[in-house]
T-cell receptor
């Protein structure tokens, strides 16, 4: 079982819609959860992190964490063409981040 | 704060040659990480420094790989006797705490 699993996609959504990305993790001791955005050919960029169960909102992004289900998600509201990218879920325990393979999102204009 | 800098951005080398990459972290960050990313995969952990001490080295790193961080500032990653399987994006990241990393732009290595 992989440490971090994501729906591989690609996920295609119309402009203005909500994009929903899912991630599950295997290590119950994980403490912190991160979402990175990666444009093609570029390095990952941190967009959200969450530590506690529940929702955390930052602009058009909402991260949701359920530690009992070992599940973390990212919602992108009012999707824009500039949101077209690969979204990486990362989980840490201590100093090391384990990444999923990413979900590629395409926002159709 | 000029971000994490990596050099070079791209490197093409012949199989069997040695290559060295450099990373300059954000100045106040004492934690530095190297990751490797291949197409369609997430970054994979290679090694971690806290100040000048290398605290962990992944089993992914063979003896051909070595990393240093002299004086706890910049870091170098050297690959000896490169193989085609070493072709990847090599990412450096730094952090002050374990609250998410800031990645550099990466060094894309192509071994021909």
């Amino acid at each position: 079982q992989k440490e971090v699993e994501q729906n591989s996609g690609p996920l295609s959504v119309p402009e203005g819609a909500i994009a929903s990305l899912n991630c599950t993790y295997s290590d119950r001791g994980s403490q912190s959860f991160f979402w990175y955005r990666q444009y093609s050919g570029k390095s990952p960029e941190l967009i959200m992190f969450i530590y506690s169960n529940g929702d955390k909102e930052d602009g058009r992004f909402t991260a949701q964490l359920n530690k009992a289900s070992q599940y973390v998600s990212l919602l992108i509201r009012d999707s824009q063409p500039s949101d077209s990218a690969t979204y990486l879920c990362a989980v840490n325990r201590g100093y090391k981040l384990s990444f999923g393979a990413g979900t590629t999102v395409t926002v159709r204009a | 704060d000029t971000g994490v800098s990596q050099d070079p951005r791209h490197k093409i080398t012949k199989r069997g040659q040695n290559v060295t990459f450099r990373c300059d972290p954000i100045s106040e960050h004492n934690r530095l990480y190297w990751y490797r990313q291949t197409l369609g995969q997430g970054p994979e952990f290679l090694t971690y420094f806290q100040n000048e001490a290398q605290l962990e080295k992944s089993r992914l790193l063979s003896d051909r790989f070595s990393a240093e961080r002299p004086k706890g500032s910049f870091s170098t990653l050297e690959i000896q006797r490169t193989e085609q399987g070493d072709s990847a994006m090599y990412l450096c990241a730094s952090s002050l705490l374990h609250d998410g990393y800031t990645f550099g732009s990466g060094t894309r290595l192509t071994v021909v």
